[in-house]
């Protein structure tokens, strides 16, 4: 039988510490919170898939990725004011002055997030168009996921894990 050296009982305790630390802070690790935290962090991002990508440059309303399009095609009237502003006569965008769009902002609850837009046309675009125009597609949730949610979950974890940010 193999006595046990103090040098041993010393590294033993010490792993033993490191191991409770750290089970410590995967415990504490809170997923939603963190999922909640990147979107969050990276609010500019998410709002410009909306404004941007979804009805300016597609003319579709998030959730069902439905183009609004059907409330179109536009009067001659409509048509030359938006080539006097070089906004797109193939699609409804809803960004005539553009004050619509820059007003979205992302609001993070509990636990969810959801977009709303506080212009004062807000009320009178959404019941026309509904209220998908506020939310992000099922593609642009997808992009939000790879490339928002997950390496922020892999950060955290690797800075619970190790630490730091690997």
Request: aromatic share 8%; charged share 30%; glycine share 4%.
């Amino acid at each position: 039988m193999e006595l046990c050296s103090l040098e041993n009982l010393e590294e033993y305790v010490m792993a033993r510490s490191k191991v409770s630390a750290l089970r410590e802070r995967i415990e504490s690790f809170e997923p939603n919170l963190t999922i909640l935290e990147a979107v969050e962090t990276n609010s500019y991002d998410v709002l410009e898939l909306v404004t941007e990508q979804q009805l300016y440059e597609h003319g579709m309303r998030g959730g069902d990725g439905r183009t609004i399009w059907e409330y179109a095609p536009y009067k001659e009237a409509t048509i030359r004011a938006k080539e006097r502003k070089n906004q797109p006569t193939d699609r409804v965008t809803l960004r005539d002055t553009g004050e619509f769009h820059e007003s979205f902002e992302l609001v993070i609850e509990s636990d969810a997030f959801k977009i709303q837009a506080t212009d004062d046309k807000t009320k009178f675009l959404t019941n026309r168009y509904g209220e998908g125009v506020l939310a992000l597609s099922d593609e642009h949730l997808e992009k939000v996921k790879e490339e928002i949610i997950v390496p922020h979950l892999i950060q955290t974890l690797r800075q619970i894990c190790y630490g730091n940010s690997r």
